[in-house]
């Protein structure tokens, strides 16, 4: 059975660091594109960033471009998020995805539908 699990979510003060990992179990991440989606409340799912299968093309969300750097751990299986100069614009509930996407544009949004495996997501609140 194909999972992913996230963690490393929490609560955090403005301009400081947090660095989420998603582990998968049952597949090889290596072999799909990895993302993390975040969700808020009354608002649509945002795709934040995403590595493609052969790590050729990456995709970030203009919001988060230059702060948020995504990369694999292929020891761990894991991909990971490091999230850096948070704001409390990047409050949400973050959720980690896998898929077969070969390549990214800047100017076109990962879809949710494109991703076959999603995992139970982590809370990442910014707040003074």
């Known amino acids: 059975q194909e999972q992913l699990v996230e963690s490393g979510g929490g609560l955090v003060q403005p301009g400081e660091s947090l660095r989420l990992s998603c582990v998968g179990s049952g597949f090889i991440l290596d072999l799909y594109a990895i993302g993390w989606f975040r969700q808020v409340p009354g608002k649509e799912r945002e795709a934040v960033a995403f590595?493609?299968?052969?790590?050729?093309?990456?995709y970030y969300a203009r919001s988060v471009k230059g702060r948020f750097t995504i990369s694999r751990d292929n020891a761990k299986n894991a991909v990971n998020l490091e999230m850096n100069s948070l704001n409390i614009e990047d409050t949400g509930v973050y959720f980690c995805?896998?898929?077969?996407?070969?390549?990214?544009?800047?100017?076109?949004?990962?879809?949710?539908?494109?991703?076959?495996?999603w995992g139970q997501g982590t809370q990442v609140t910014v707040s003074s």
């Open positions: 995805v896998a898929g077969a996407v070969a390549e990214y544009r800047d100017d076109v949004p990962p879809e949710p539908d494109d991703y076959h495996v």
């Open positions: 590595i493609s299968a052969n790590d050729l093309y990456t």
